[in-house]
């Protein structure tokens, strides 16, 4: 367990703002910022081939939850399919959430785009229809209701990186807040 | 989590916005910086996340974001236009 | 504002579930109807839980807080099963200056509870009787069975006294034999009924979860009362 985290079996639900509804049919994910813009339908998204991730969670809240399984496209399969020479990406989301990451955390089959969990459907209020899941950084980074990613050649600070939260977030090293 | 009512309202944050400002702000006008709607800080919606979300109740704009930890606040107004100080 | 130490000076259970807690805190300044505290336990080991609770009491009686268990919460277990008197806690407040009844305005005031959500109407409605005030007031309590209403007998006590203060009780979940009572959730025709004619222009006071705030507040909307009239305190996450 990293430093100051406790375990739970519970999935707490934490949210910056309401529950979106976004239909499927109107639902899509893209990458901006490259040669081109693509983006996927939610059916070529689920037609992509998918991996089944067995991950810790670390909470910057502090809870811990061991074990948890997924399914989703990697984002090293959904990068592919973009041209492009970015070091950074933002995140962003229905509903206005942001977070930014440095590539090389999204890369190299630590990311993914989830759209299962525990064997189910993504419940909305655990983020579905997909989140980001990016397990070994604090839980604020795997984004709930992910729309799309936009690359960036400067890291630029997200919805809570820009106000006291830490702009990488890596749980080993308790980077939970401005300085840490 | 005790519950699934992810929101609550301004009354909620009285306590820590006293802390942070050192005044009860729960009946202070604000104004959301999104749609300009004025309401009593109690009368805003409140959620929590990785940190405070202070939402406009009309067109659901972040007013104010709050983060605490390791003997720190940061406190983020860029989205409440005006704020109503009683003496 | 800084924190005091408090000491459990009394303790009543309400109902199976739901305790009140009298605490004597040094230095206290004194409360208005409706308001809350924040209330701060320390383990030994150091770990701090934090909460906000509604304040039961009048205004200028003893401070007293009413509770209600969640099963998985972090500080509620301690307050309705564990506490004793003498036991010592962190206050600080009070805090609120939206949802209070001063009972210097001369309209009606229509209360409505959701649960433990009648804990700061109950300050109010203590208050009125305090104050001798001859405003209409109308407490309107949905609670799941008989056996989960939260001041039963001294409501009916304040019924008793004639000057203006009503009570209207839902039981929603199950309900004794022969109850002439509601037996559903608030909902616009239940609230049509026990309203007071949107000409006199009330005072609302909601308090409860999320979901029976906004009914309570929807279904007086469809009956005419103006958003403004209608002060509403919802409870959730941070009340454990």
Redesign the interface.
């Given at each position: 367990m990293p430093p100051g985290q406790y375990l739970t079996d519970?999935f707490?639900?934490?949210?910056?703002?309401?529950t979106p509804h976004t239909p499927l049919e109107e639902w899509t994910f893209s990458i901006q910022g490259g040669a081109e813009p693509v983006s996927w339908t939610w059916d070529e998204l689920r037609a992509l081939p998918s991996e089944e991730p067995t991950v810790d969670i670390h909470?910057?809240?502090r809870w811990s939850k061991l074990d948890t399984t997924w399914e989703g496209v990697s984002v090293d399969t959904l990068l592919d399919a973009v041209e492009h020479d970015s070091a950074y990406a933002v995140a962003f989301c229905d509903g206005?959430y942001t977070t930014n990451l440095p590539l090389e955390d999204l890369t190299g089959g630590k990311a993914w785009v989830a759209y299962r969990y525990g064997g189910d459907e993504l419940d909305p209020?655990h983020g579905g229809p997909a989140r980001l899941l990016v397990p070994h950084l604090?839980f604020?980074k795997s984004a709930k209701w992910v729309r799309g990613l936009s690359l960036r050649d400067e890291d630029e600070p997200g919805?809570?990186e820009?106000?006291?939260?830490h702009l990488r977030g890596d749980p080993w090293l308790e980077q939970?807040?401005?300085g840490? | 989590?005790e519950t699934?009512d992810?929101?609550l309202d301004g009354n909620a944050i009285g306590g820590l916005m006293l802390e942070l400002v050192g005044s009860d702000l729960t009946a202070a006008i604000s104004v959301c910086g999104g749609c300009g709607a004025h309401e009593e800080m109690a009368r805003l919606?409140v959620?929590?996340?990785?940190?405070i979300?202070v939402?406009c109740r009309h067109c659901?704009a972040?007013m104010i974001?709050?983060?605490?930890?390791?003997g720190?606040?940061?406190l983020?107004l860029s989205g409440t236009a005006s704020l109503q100080l009683d003496q | 504002m800084t924190w005091l130490t408090a000491e459990i000076a009394a303790v009543n259970q309400e109902t199976p579930r739901v305790r009140t807690l009298e605490l004597a805190a040094r230095g206290w300044p004194g409360h208005r109807a409706g308001q809350h505290l924040d209330l701060r336990l320390t383990a030994e080991d150091g770990y701090q839980a934090q909460r906000s609770y509604s304040i039961a009491s009048a205004p200028g009686e003893p401070l007293a807080l009413t509770v209600e268990r969640l099963d998985?919460g972090e500080v509620s277990p301690y307050l309705v099963d564990e506490a004793r008197e003498g036991d010592r806690l962190e206050v600080r407040g009070p805090i609120g200056g939206y949802f209070v009844w001063d009972g210097d305005e001369p309209q009606p005031s229509l209360l409505i509870a959701g649960g433990s959500g009648v804990v700061p109407l109950m300050a109010m409605s203590r208050h009125h009787a305090q104050i001798e005030s001859r405003a209409p007031m109308r407490l309107v309590v949905s609670s799941r069975t008989l056996a989960d209403v939260i001041y039963r007998e001294e409501l009916n006590r304040l019924t008793a006294k004639g000057d203006g203060f009503e009570v209207v009780h839902t039981l929603t979940r199950e309900q004794p034999p022969g109850w002439t009572g509601y037996t559903r959730r608030i909902d616009p025709e239940l609230l049509s009924e026990v309203a007071f004619p949107a000409a006199e222009a009330p005072r609302v006071y909601v308090c409860g979860s999320t979901r029976f705030v906004d009914a309570a507040a929807d279904g007086l909307i469809e009956a005419g009362y103006e958003p403004g009239w209608i002060r509403t305190e919802r409870f959730g996450a941070t009340g454990s």
């Open positions: 519970d707490p639900v934490l949210s910056a703002g309401p909470c910057v809240t206005g209020e604090y604020w919805f809570w820009s106000n006291g939260y939970r807040y401005w840490d | 989590m699934r992810l929101k919606d959620y929590t996340g990785a940190g979300v939402r659901e972040v974001r709050i983060v605490q930890g390791r720190r606040s940061w983020d | 998985d």
